[in-house]
């Protein structure tokens, strides 16, 4: 998937500064476990109580989207959207949340920069604020931005609360863009809480 396509299709989801990063110590992922990628060499650590998932399973094991069914409608169109470019998603729950997923997509490789950096801040702020627009009851705030990089990753983080002034709740989205020698992947987090898997993306491999 291209760079370009990565940024069109992040909108249906939904200030840069960059610096040195040193990856997280070591003894942060004890217990993790490492994922496969489907239909790739590279490796992921996360924590243990994330377990692989499908589109199909998604209402199963999120009991959550049972109730909301238009937000499980809008992560149909998400999920959708990215398996005509990469069949094999990688979609993942945590087990000891009442909504926490993550959907990994495989890229085409692109080298994250200022000027990349730039141009996905720019399209990304563009739909937000036309999201905002269009919906009476919802607020949509960025509460995280940001690019990091070390001497084998690049990092380009954007993270959303997303407010329904209505029902006064709301629930958090990352978008991730990653970077190594070998390949670029998309990495979307969603989650009422507001955690996010930030630092367990340092240990991609492959």
Not at 160 to 165: K, Q, S
Request: aromatic letters at 12%; hydrophobic letters at 40%; glycine letters at 4%.
């Amino acid at each position: 998937m291209s760079p370009k396509n990565l940024i069109y299709l992040s909108f249906i989801l939904f200030g840069i500064w960059s610096c040195n990063q040193t990856p997280p110590p070591e003894d942060l992922f004890a217990g993790a476990q490492t994922i496969k990628l489907a239909e790739e060499s590279a490796t992921l650590k996360l924590p243990s109580f994330f377990q692989r998932s499908s589109i199909y399973r998604l209402t199963e094991e999120i009991p959550y989207l049972k109730e909301d069914t238009s937000f499980f409608q809008s992560i149909e169109l998400i999920l959708d959207a990215f398996v005509f470019e990469d069949k094999e998603l990688d979609v993942l729950v945590d087990t000891t949340s009442e909504l926490r997923c993550l959907i990994i997509v495989d890229g085409q490789r692109f080298d994250i920069d200022e000027t990349s950096g730039k141009i996905i801040n720019k399209q990304l702020g563009d739909q937000m604020r036309l999201q905002d627009e269009e919906n009476l009851f919802l607020e949509i705030h960025k509460i995280d931005s940001k690019m990091k990089m070390n001497s084998e990753i690049q990092m380009l983080k954007y993270k959303y609360e997303f407010v329904n002034t209505l029902s006064r709740t709301s629930y958090y989205r990352s978008l991730f863009f990653i970077s190594n020698p070998s390949r670029s992947l998309l990495v979307i987090e969603i989650s009422v809480e507001g955690h996010d898997v930030e630092d367990y993306l340092w240990t991609v491999k492959g």
